[in-house]
């Protein structure tokens, strides 16, 4: 897939449209960058006619708007919009971009992934980078846990006062569904001969930090 990520004016408004579109085929090769944004913009006229193309970043998926919207996510004013201007824009997606070049290529991280216990040299000690993006890790990690700690807790509260109700018009619904899936372990349990005819042996290695953000 292979699309932009555009920005957006609103008229008089301070506050800019943050969004990602595919790149269209037309007559079998992809549209230009900036016709995928102008189309865009076309589109969103018929609903707002101040919307105006400012600027649009190259990105084939949607990582680079979901970084930028997550890192305005406090100056957002509606759905797309943002109070920030293009210049802070194009810094968190220079930001975006070094971080993108600095990570090792999926090949050379499937490569090492991928290595058998025979090829595994052992224990060594840490590099001074390698103690550092631990600690980077673990800062994540912890930021993370707290971020999904109060999710949980505001989930459970809609639940709860969603109640009996399977939706609440325009912004959620809460259906009631079955599903039937297969007892694995119960049939390694019963039929272990048969399960056997059907296992199949993959190689793949664990990255497990044992180190504490808060040890003393």
Same mark, same amino acid.
């Given at each position: ?16 449209? *943050?969004?990602?579109? /595919?790149?269209?085929?037309? #007559? ?6 900036? =016709? &995928?944004?102008?189309? %865009? ?27 930028l919207h ?18 802070? *824009?194009?810094?968190? /997606?220079?930001?975006?971009? #070094? ?6 290529? =999926? &090949?050379?991280?499937? %490569? ?43 989930l459970a ?6 109640? /009996? ?43 497990k930090i ?7």
């Amino acid at each position: 897939m292979s699309g932009i990520v555009y920005v957006m004016s609103d008229g008089e408004r301070p506050h800019k449209k *943050i969004g990602w579109t /595919a790149r269209k085929k037309v #007559r079998g090769e992809l549209e230009p960058s900036r =016709a &995928a944004g102008e189309r %865009r913009e076309r589109q969103l006229r018929t609903g707002n006619p101040q919307i105006r193309l400012l600027h649009y970043f190259e990105h084939e998926n949607r990582d680079l708007e979901t970084y930028l919207h997550q890192q305005f996510l406090s100056r957002r004013v509606h759905n797309e919009f943002f109070d920030v201007t293009l210049e802070e *824009i194009r810094e968190r /997606a220079d930001a975006f971009f #070094r971080i993108m070049a600095d990570a090792p290529a =999926a &090949a050379e991280v499937d %490569r090492v992934d991928g290595l058998t216990a025979d090829l595994l040299t052992g224990a060594r000690a840490p590099s001074n980078r390698e103690v550092y993006v631990v600690d980077q890790i673990l800062e994540l990690r912890a930021r993370i846990k707290g971020l999904k700690l109060e999710e949980e807790a505001l989930l459970a509260e809609l639940k709860v006062s969603v109640g /009996a109700a399977s939706e609440v018009t325009g912004h959620l619904t809460y259906e009631a569904s079955t599903r039937t899936s297969l007892d694995t372990r119960a049939l390694r349990r019963d039929h272990p001969d048969l399960c056997k005819g059907y296992e199949r042996e993959t190689a793949s290695r664990s990255l497990k930090i044992r180190r504490s953000l808060f040890e003393e």
